[in-house]
């Protein structure tokens, strides 16, 4: 792994660090809020049981080996950004999320705040692939942007998981939705590229 895997970037310069997560298998999912969970749908307007995935705040990919793949979205760059947050054995750059007091766990399997029938079967399943989707909006501002408006994790089980920026609902907001979730309105301007 190189330095820059600590730095948080768009998907396509990240690439390296991705396939190095191919095959593994997925201990944890957790979506760290800026609110403690039982705070979340009355902050985001939304059911308990999506506050997983629709509160504010990043999304954390734990895998058998003790890596953990840190994922939010950044509005400046119009797109998802992921970074190294932990690896086992080795010194970490920044403080990893859990470590941040002002994160607020919600696990992919709670069963109260996540709908766990959804997120949490995909734990101890293997990643088996993972692409991007990249934005083709005619938007002037947006041509020099990265644009990679979501990344796609399939799993062996079939079961697939999409953090987005602003797919869910055309907006800057970061969210973890499933392939059906896209905004319809949108479909047409997306181009995906497979990462491995």
């Not at 954390?60 to 939010?72: N, P, R």
């Amino acid at each position: 792994m190189t330095e820059s895997n600590w730095d948080s970037q768009p998907p396509s310069g990240a690439t390296d660090l991705l396939r190095s997560l191919a095959g593994k298998r997925l201990i944890r999912l957790v979506r760290y809020s800026w609110w403690p969970k039982e705070a979340v749908p009355a902050e985001c307007h939304v059911k308990a049981e999506e506050s997983f995935e629709l509160t504010a705040g990043p999304l954390a990919l734990v895998f058998e080996d003790k890596t953990v793949l840190g994922i939010a979205s950044n509005p400046s760059l119009a797109s998802v950004i992921v970074w190294l947050d932990r690896r086992y054995g080795d010194t970490v750059k920044n403080p990893p999320m859990d470590s941040d007091t002002e994160l607020f766990p919600i696990e992919a399997d709670d069963p109260v705040y996540s709908r766990q029938a959804v997120w949490g079967r995909l734990l101890g399943q293997s990643l088996s692939s993972a692409s991007l989707l990249r934005s083709k909006s005619p938007v002037i501002l947006k041509k020099e942007l990265p644009c990679e408006v979501a990344i796609i994790f399939e799993f062996n089980s079939g079961g697939s998981l999409l953090p987005v920026h602003g797919l869910h609902d055309n907006s800057d907001d970061f969210a973890v939705i499933e392939p059906g979730k896209i905004d319809e309105s949108m479909l047409s301007q997306l181009e995906k590229v497979v990462l491995f």
